[in-house]
C-alpha cells in the first residue's frame, strides 16, 4: 500500500510538472506571437494599403518568428539537460574521491531535519548504499536540481513554435478576408486587443498576479508596440 502511495504521488508531481511546463511554453510563444506579428501588420498598413503585400509579409514573419522561437526553446531545454547531466557527473566523481564529505553533507540535512544524532547515522548508511541513489539525493537536495525530461527540448520547441503560430495567426487573419490595408488594420486592432486582454487576464490568473491589471498591461503593450510600427511607418513614408 505504501508503495502505491509513492507512485500516486511521484505521478502526480510529474503531471504538475509537465503541466506547468507546457503552460510556460504557451505563454512564451503566444506572448510574442500575438505582439510581434500584430506590430508588423500595423507597421505595413501605415505604409502600404496593398493587402496581399500585408499577407505575405506577415505569414513569412510568423513562420521566422516561429523557427527562431522553437530554437530558442529547444537550446533551453538543452543547456537545461546538459547542465543538470554536469552536475550529475560531478556528484558522481565527489561520492566516488571524497564519500566521506558527501557523507557528512547528507548528515547535516538529516541533522537540519532535527532528526536525533542515530536516527541521522542510520538514515546516512541506509542512503549511501546506492550510489545512484546517493547522487539523486544530492543533486535534489544539495543543488536542488530535478531530473529534466530528456524531451523537454524537443517539446519545448514544438509548444512554443506552434504558440506563436496561432497568436500570430490571430492579428494577421483580418487581411485575409478584406481589400483594403487600413480596413483589415481596424479589424485586425479589435480581434488582437481582445485576445491580448483575455490572453493577459488568464495568465495573469495561472501565474497569481491581479488578474485585471495583467490583462490592461498586456493589452496596452501590444497597443503599443502597434501604435509605435504604424507611425514610424507613416513618418518614414511622409
Not at 29 to 43: I, K, N, Q, R
Not at 200 to 220: D, E, I, N, R
Amino acid at each position: 500500500m505504501e508503495q502505491t502511495d509513492t507512485h500516486l504521488h511521484h505521478s502526480h508531481a510529474e503531471q504538475h510538472l509537465t503541466s506547468s511546463e507546457i503552460l510556460k511554453d504557451v505563454v512564451i510563444g503566444m506572448s510574442d506571437g500575438l505582439t510581434v506579428p500584430f506590430a508588423l501588420a500595423a507597421g505595413l498598413s501605415g505604409a502600404v494599403d496593398n493587402v496581399s503585400l500585408i499577407v505575405i509579409a506577415g505569414i513569412a514573419e510568423i513562420a521566422a518568428g516561429s523557427i527562431a522561437m522553437g530554437l530558442g526553446g529547444y537550446l533551453a531545454g538543452k543547456t537545461e539537460l546538459d547542465h543538470y547531466n554536469s552536475e550529475l557527473r560531478r556528484e558522481y566523481h565527489e561520492i566516488e574521491h571524497v564519500p566521506h564529505i558527501e557523507r557528512e553533507e547528507v548528515r547535516e540535512f538529516f541533522e537540519g531535519l532535527g532528526l536525533s544524532a542515530a536516527v541521522q547515522q542510520q538514515a546516512v548508511n541506509e542512503l549511501t548504499k546506492d550510489k545512484d541513489r546517493w547522487a539523486s539525493f544530492m543533486m535534489k537536495y544539495e543543488l536542488g536540481l530535478e531530473c529534466p525530461d530528456p524531451k523537454r527540448a524537443r517539446k519545448s520547441a514544438f509548444n512554443i513554435g506552434m504558440s506563436y503560430i496561432v497568436g500570430g495567426l490571430i492579428p494577421l487573419s483580418p487581411y485575409f478576408f478584406v481589400s483594403s490595408g487600413r480596413t483589415g488594420l481596424q479589424i485586425s486592432v479589435g480581434v488582437t486587443l481582445i485576445c491580448l486582454f483575455i490572453f493577459g487576464y488568464f495568465k495573469s490568473k495561472l501565474t497569481g498576479t491581479p488578474p485585471w491589471a495583467g490583462a490592461f498591461k498586456v493589452m496596452l503593450i501590444g497597443a503599443l508596440a502597434a501604435g509605435a510600427a504604424f507611425g514610424i511607418a507613416k513618418w518614414i513614408q511622409g
